[in-house]
């Protein structure tokens, strides 16, 4: 079945700092979805795109569908300690009708 | 106050039994999903509804069984067929080919 990768597995960041996060797929999507999660509870949408180049920013976190439809890119300005959690991407082929999940990006934000 | 509700939070279940798992939306989303997350994992399909009275098994279903008899809830069981069935279960709801809206789970162990 479909498969996305994220990377990287984990990052150690101090406070203040920007982060980068990325998800790739062997396949073609034509939606995005980036997610968060907190320890012991669900995941929570941050941002969607839909369109091949977009960029699209929520508050601090800027997400971008990639180019060639098999990637997509996750940017966190001046992080805070309460962006500590689990990022979750998640692709779909078939315009959202179902989503493949990606294993996460896991961040940790030192003060 | 709109959301999905998942109950309850935490779950035993002694090796033998069936477990119900239940979910609740009052989104008024046509679709809903059940997701197993295993620790340092990403999200695996387990069932998913389109439309009431209609499932289809996701990409983990053996041991698992669900229902749709109403619009607003999902439950899901946990069969004794299901051999390894510790790990934390996420319900999803999203209106037809949208973004997936999530309750904060239930973690299920075994005694």
């Known amino acids: 079945g479909q498969q996305l990768n994220q990377s990287p597995q984990s990052m150690f960041i101090q406070e203040g700092e920007d982060v980068s996060m990325n998800c790739t797929s062997s396949s073609i999507f034509n939606t995005w979805l980036w997610y968060k999660q907190d320890p012991g509870e669900g995941p929570v949408l941050l941002i969607a795109?839909?369109?091949?180049?977009e960029l699209t920013s929520n508050g601090r976190l800027t997400a971008q569908f990639g180019i060639t439809r098999k990637d997509s890119f996750l940017n966190i300005s001046a992080s805070i300690p309460s962006d500590v959690g689990i990022y979750f991407c998640?692709?779909?082929?078939?315009?959202?009708?179902?989503?493949?999940f990606g294993p996460g990006t896991r961040l940790s934000v030192l003060p | 106050d709109g959301g999905i509700t998942q109950s309850p939070k935490y779950l035993f279940r002694k090796e033998g039994q069936n477990v119900t798992l239940s979910c609740e939306q009052n989104l008024n989303h046509d679709a809903m999903y059940w997701y197993r997350q295993d620790p340092g994992q990403g999200l695996r399909l387990i069932y998913y509804s389109q439309i009431v009275n209609d499932f289809q098994k996701g990409d983990i279903a053996e041991g698992y069984s669900v229902s749709r008899e109403k619009k607003e809830s999902f439950p899901l069981t946990v069969t004794s067929a299901q051999k390894n069935p510790t790990a934390f279960y996420l319900c999803?709801?999203?209106?037809?080919?949208?973004?997936?809206?999530f309750g904060d789970g239930t973690r299920l162990s075994i005694l």
């Open positions: 795109l839909y369109k091949a180049g």
């Open positions: 999803a709801s999203s209106d037809r080919n949208q973004p997936q809206h």
């Open positions: 998640a692709g779909s082929d078939n315009y959202g009708q179902n989503f493949v």
